[in-house]
């Protein structure tokens, strides 16, 4: 009788004992979504100050610089254009004649 009282004794230990455990049914499913939500914090902040960013940005753009009184009109425009790049035209034949000669040789 002795070792069925140790054999029941020890049975009834070890079912107090898995009582007392308390089960792992955790799986991967709480740690993806945490992940997920981990990712979703991070892109927002990301998107949040890229915003910030841009309003930095859009505050510190420069104006157009045009001097007041200046007109606007085709002729004045064409006028500028000519006095700033006047011999462009003429640069830009004497440039492909120069492909072109290489290209012969």
Do not use: C, H, R
């Not at 079912?15 to 927002?44: F, H, N, R, S, W």
């Not at 841009?54 to 753009?61: G, L, S, V």
């Amino acid at each position: 009788m002795d070792l069925e009282q140790n054999t029941n004794v020890q049975n009834s230990t070890e079912e107090q004992i898995e009582k007392m455990t308390p089960k792992q049914d955790g799986g991967v499913g709480p740690l993806i979504g945490t992940i997920i939500i981990i990712a979703l914090l991070v892109l927002g902040g990301l998107y949040y100050w890229g915003s910030i960013i841009n309003e930095q940005k859009d505050t510190e753009a420069p104006t157009e610089n045009v001097p007041a009184g200046q007109d606007e009109d085709v002729s004045s425009i064409e006028a500028e254009l000519d006095a700033e790049f006047g011999d462009v035209d003429a640069e830009l034949d004497k440039i492909d004649a120069e492909f072109e000669a290489e290209s012969e040789a």
